[in-house]
Structures are given as structure tokens and as C-alpha cells.
């Protein structure tokens, strides 16, 4: 398991499926969020619980159903590969290896996928061409209706925490309360972190559950138990229209050639012990 196995950049930075998969596997409890734009969160993971991308990427390297490994294990396996050492030796001058400088290099790398340039990007640019008839008046349903108290900023969302559900209870089969886990008070039961609009095309399904399939589903849904809002078929096609001119340029690099482990690196699985 490794970062990119529930937060895949060749698709939308998440794994299109409901809740991940894990070691030996393992089915998550939560749908895993995307990965792009995710510096411009207040905070990581859907209940908050890491403050930045640098503490985030330290706890599914030691949870058992995710990547099933332990810090100390991480750092025996990297320090061991020489090209690791040297790549260490240039990011940080000096080769030594250890926990705090590996989640610092992957919040490093995550800070820069970003998706600059989607259609609307254009048009808030100048370019009133970038948009068609339906997407503006899906744009303008999408502000009149209130979705933009929670859907704002530059991520279109990923600013605050609010409540699943606010009208009406949103009903569900998963057992995750949100930010009552992290403060322990009641009425941040079912508060989530707003996830971000951006690439929403791309980051099928939806909540933090996946309990919605497609984007029609998610905005008749979020229109009822969020805004109070019974929203008619055509103004459902023209949202959905407007969320998909959110998809912006995608990250784009060369697949970096991983180096090989050697006689040295440990082999051991901490969790079958």
C-alpha cells in the first residue's frame, strides 16, 4: 500500500470507490478525499484531525488498515536504499533518514497539486466565452441557492466545518461522526470538513461515506438536507453542468522511477507478528 493506492493522480487523487481498501484487504471506514488542492484545506483528514498535509501524511503509514507499516519500520526500509540516502542528501543536506523529514518531503510534494486553469478559472479571468448558458445559470442557481456559505475560497470549499445535514438528517449506514472524535462534544456530531468543488467531476463518490454515485445524486441530495431545497431536474443538469467546468489542469510529471530495495531493507510485517 503507499499514498497513491487510495489517492491515485490518475484519478482525480482519490480511488473512485466508496471507503478505500487497506491492508490485506481491509475496507476504510471513510471515503478518501483528493489529494489535489489539498494545502488550501483548513486542516486534513474529513473530521480535521491533522492540522497540516506534513502531520497528515504520518498517520497512514502506521495505521493497521491502511499501509500497515510502523514509523520506525518506514524509516529502516528507506535509509537502507542508497539512492534514497542521496536523494535525502539533496533535499535536506544531510543523508540521514527519519520520520519527520519523510512526511516533511510528501507535504512538500503535495503542496504542488495544484489545479490552476478550469474553465471558470477563465472566466473569472475575462474570458466570457469559457462558459456556456448553462453553466452560468448553474453558477447563479449555485450561489442563489446558499451552496456558496459552505463552497467557497479558492478550493470552492475546504474552508470550514459544517454540519451533514442541517434541514434534514442525512441518513446513512456509516458509523463516522465527524468532529465529535476530535473534541468530544456533542454537537460536532456529523460536523465534517467541506470538501473541496474542485475536480469534483473526477472524485466520484461523494460524502464522506461515497454514499452518492454521481453528481446529480450528490446535488439533489445536498439541496434537500443542506439548503432546504427541492431542486427541479433542469436546475439539477445545470449545477452539475457548472461543477464540471471545475476540473482544472491535472498534475503532470514524469512517473518517477522508484529505487530498488536491496539485501539490507527490512522485509519484516510488523502487523503479522
Not at 471506514?29 to 484545506?41: C, E, R
Not at 451533514?164 to 442525512?170: A, D, L, N
Amino acid at each position: 500500500m503507499s499514498c497513491n493506492s487510495c489517492h491515485n493522480l490518475s484519478m482525480g487523487g482519490t480511488d473512485n470507490i466508496k471507503t478505500s481498501i487497506g491492508h490485506k484487504w481491509q475496507q476504510g471506514p471513510i471515503n478518501a478525499p483528493t489529494v489535489l488542492n489539498s494545502s488550501m484545506n483548513l486542516a486534513q483528514f474529513w473530521d480535521g484531525r491533522a492540522k497540516d498535509l506534513k502531520e497528515q501524511a504520518g498517520g497512514p503509514i502506521a495505521n493497521p488498515g491502511e499501509m500497515a507499516f510502523i514509523h520506525d519500520m518506514a524509516v529502516k526500509v528507506i535509509s537502507s536504499i542508497p539512492e534514497y540516502q542521496e536523494q535525502f542528501k539533496k533535499a535536506f543536506n544531510s543523508n540521514q533518514v527519519d520520520i519527520d523529514r519523510i512526511t516533511t518531503a510528501i507535504a512538500a510534494f503535495e503542496e504542488t497539486l495544484v489545479t490552476p486553469d478550469s474553465r471558470f478559472d477563465k472566466w473569472l479571468e475575462g474570458d466570457k466565452d469559457a462558459l456556456t448558458e448553462a453553466e452560468l445559470d448553474g453558477y447563479k442557481l449555485f450561489k442563489s441557492s446558499g451552496c456558496t456559505k459552505c463552497h467557497n475560497g479558492p478550493a470552492v470549499g475546504g474552508n470550514s466545518f459544517e454540519k451533514m445535514g442541517v434541514y434534514k438528517p442525512y441518513e446513512t449506514n456509516n458509523t463516522a461522526v465527524g468532529r465529535m472524535d476530535v473534541t468530544g462534544k456533542e454537537e460536532d456530531r456529523y460536523v465534517f470538513k467541506v470538501p473541496t468543488l474542485r475536480n469534483v467531476a473526477l472524485t466520484y463518490p461523494y460524502f464522506h461515506d461515497g454514499g452518492a454515485a454521481t453528481l446529480e445524486e450528490a446535488v439533489n441530495i445536498m439541496g434537500k438536507i443542506q439548503v432546504n431545497r427541492e431542486f427541479k431536474k433542469e436546475e439539477i443538469a445545470n449545477i452539475v453542468a457548472f461543477l464540471k467546468t471545475l476540473t482544472g489542469k491535472q498534475p503532470d510529471f514524469k512517473l518517477p522511477i522508484l529505487p530498488p530495495s536491496n539485501n539490507e531493507t527490512p522485509r519484516s510485517q510488523p502487523f503479522d507478528e
